[in-house]
């Protein structure tokens, strides 16, 4: 292949970044001649040592070489170095929180403000300070020198940093909560420019995301150290905290009665509704129609709510004192127990006092296993009331028949027959 030679006159040209020289070409067919030995030579002349092969400049002159009107100006890329990969920042993949339906309204009241969230960070400083050192003498009979020394202690100082107080997304999360996952920066890769000279990717010291009050890291994920509704903004995130009521449900041993725990939350947090509690009481298999009034109940609620005390174990049952019953019928073949379990503030049911009831009856033919066995299961049971449980029944007796009557002849001897009949026809005759 000939050797490519242009006329003209050729410039570089070195991009702000360093990474790319391009070779300005004016065609003059009077001008300078440019061989790839002479273009090589201003490129080392200039200290651009890399980003190009003798080929890749030989190949731009030929293109150059076709660049022939006088006063045409034709641009080529001569080098190019490698460009750095910028580091990576941490991202975060967002938690679906949507505020619940109960909060919706509070919610409004609460996260529609243009207040700033209160982002502190803690800033590490080297601060230089004198102090007194005891010297241990080289000698034991010497006494001991005291010297003051400088030393570098590190101070932590919290500061306030500001940002724009723009909100772009809202949620609800309970404390413990996951808020996100974290994906950890990347430190990005050097490149090189066109003078040989590494390009250093750097990151920004601003951190990609401000952790507000109530937000924390851990694992690899944003959780929250509070309930309470969230704010975010475009590099910051905060925990507004609004602590909902929680309650629990328990029933007694014998399930006669049920109670409520109560921890309250927020003063602003609304009070749990009716409807809510019917269906706990429900899922419970517990009657309702046993509950005190509704009002009752709510009342209870409020008065927590007011005081910041929590409720634990209150009976919400309406009150009834257990009540055990044997009764007998007027013909007194059969006998039946009654059974009610006492609820609320009642006396409750006391199995001892069951037993002792039938064994005072002085009633037999009790089986006795069995109507244990029942009992327990009864005690144990979601039944409140045991009625006309048989403990026992008597045969009754047999109705008397129409009355017979039954004779018994003896007949005499013949001869003795015959005479006596022979007499009985005389008699007859006279």
Sequence with gaps: ?????????????????????????????????????????????????????????????NTLSKVKKTGEEKKVLLAKGDTPELPVREEYAWEEIPIPDAFKERSEEILETDEAPEIIVTRIEKVKTEKKVVKKPKLPFMAPKEEVVTVVEKREIPERVYVDPTVVATGWVEEGGKIATVYAPKSGKAGKDVYGKPIIPTMEDEPSLYLGKGVAKEKGELVAKKSGFVRRGKNWIEIVPFVKHDWELTLSKDNATCYISFSPGSKEAPVPFFEDILEDVQALEYPTDALIDEELILDLFRQAISSGNPLEQVSITRDRDAFIGIQVSEDKLRATLTVRKGRGHGSPLILKEVSSAIRDSGLKGIQTEKLKEDIISFYRGKAHDLEDYVLAEGTPAEAAGDPEVECEVTFPPKDKMEELMTAARNAGES
Excluded: C, H, N
């Design 1 to 61: 292949m000939a050797e490519i030679k242009v006329k003209g006159e050729i410039a570089l040209e070195v991009d702000e970044s360093q990474l790319e020289v391009y070779a300005v070409f004016r065609p003059d067919k009077d001008g300078e001649e440019w061989d790839l030995e002479k273009v090589l030579t201003m490129l080392a002349r200039e200290g651009i040592i890399y980003g190009f092969k003798p080929s890749s400049v030989e190949e731009a002159l």
